[in-house]
């Protein structure tokens, strides 16, 4: 996992003043956090085993294990060393390192506080009973096979429905019309909850097998024909069988959920407007 790597990183690299609760540094340190018993000895300085665990979380590293405890302390070593070496060459005085350092500080921080935000809000499993039975509703009872094609354009849309409603069968519409669409494709064991717009499912809903729409579908994506060709019974997974990556799921959602609450709560200003796009710079009369 990368973003704990960059965390560590950008701790051991950035070497910056704490907030009142953080341990301070002592004078020639690199290490803003090192509390507790050492995991190993640099240069006659303790290097916290809560470092070492941090590695070993992000890297997936088993610290029981002897060649992946090594690799922690090799990866972890390798942080301090170049750490000592910013230090040394007073690297933060070149914009360019400051900047990317921080940055990855900043990366670092937010992710962390999104562990910790999950911490301290656990998923319940009365809120993973919900979202299952939500969830089970949505897709219904039936998966569907169907052909589809999405056209870009309205009017040749609208012009291989008028064969549809005349009374040609798909499949020779699809023949004579699939080249001019944007996407022609068939497609097997659909769920309603993996279709991309919610027309499309009021569509195969209310499609019986044989059928076709007989007017485009407008969505986000273009419009759409579509010809139903089967269903069969659907039986979703067991609650158990899903449970923990509906955690995961509900986790991030609610991480989500709060930094759109944080934004909500922020005033920003002065931000600069974004360049003009080398589309809009060209167009006439600019």
Same mark, same amino acid.
């Given at each position: ?139 219904? &009872?039936? #998966?569907?096979?169907? +052909?589809?094609?999405? %056209?870009?354009?309205?009017? $040749?849309? =609208?012009? *291989? ?67 139903? &060709?089967? #269903?069969?019974?659907? +039986?979703?997974?067991? %609650?158990?069988?899903?449970? $923990?990556? =509906?955690? *995961? ?38």
């Amino acid at each position: 996992m990368r973003k704990l790597g960059l965390l560590l990183a950008s701790c051991l690299l950035a070497a910056c003043s704490g907030g009142d609760d953080a341990t301070p540094a002592k004078h020639g340190e690199v290490l803003q956090y090192n509390v507790g018993e050492p995991g190993m000895i640099v240069d006659g300085q303790g290097i916290s085993k809560e470092l070492l665990a941090a590695v070993a979380r992000g890297r997936g590293l088993d610290l029981n294990d002897p060649a992946q405890h090594e690799k922690a302390l090799r990866e972890l070593l390798d942080y301090v060393l170049l750490a000592q070496a910013a230090r040394k060459d007073a690297a933060d005085t070149d914009p360019v390192y400051a900047a990317d350092v921080e940055v990855t500080r900043l990366q670092g921080v937010a992710n962390a506080m999104l562990s910790l935000y999950a911490r301290r809000h656990p998923v319940t499993d009365a809120q993973l009973k919900a979202e299952y039975d939500e969830q089970t509703a949505k897709a219904g &009872t039936l #998966t569907y096979d169907f +052909t589809q094609m999405l %056209f870009e354009k309205e009017a $040749d849309a =609208m012009a *291989a429905a008028a064969d549809l409603v005349a009374g040609k069968p798909y499949d020779k519409v699809y023949d004579a019309w699939h080249a001019k669409a944007q996407q022609a494709k068939a497609y097997k064991g659909v769920r309603l909850p993996q279709l991309p717009a919610p027309e499309l499912v009021e569509v195969l809903k209310a499609l019986k097998p044989g059928e076709a729409t007989k007017l485009p579908v407008k969505t986000e994506f273009g419009y759409h024909l579509i010809g139903l &060709t089967a #269903t069969a019974p659907y +039986t979703p997974p067991a %609650f158990d069988s899903v449970k $923990d990556e =509906m955690r *995961a799921m509900l986790s991030a959602r609610q991480g989500q959920d709060y930094v759109t609450k944080l934004r909500a709560q922020s005033a920003v200003q002065n931000v600069a407007p974004a360049p003009a796009t080398p589309a809009a710079a060209a167009a006439p009369g600019r």
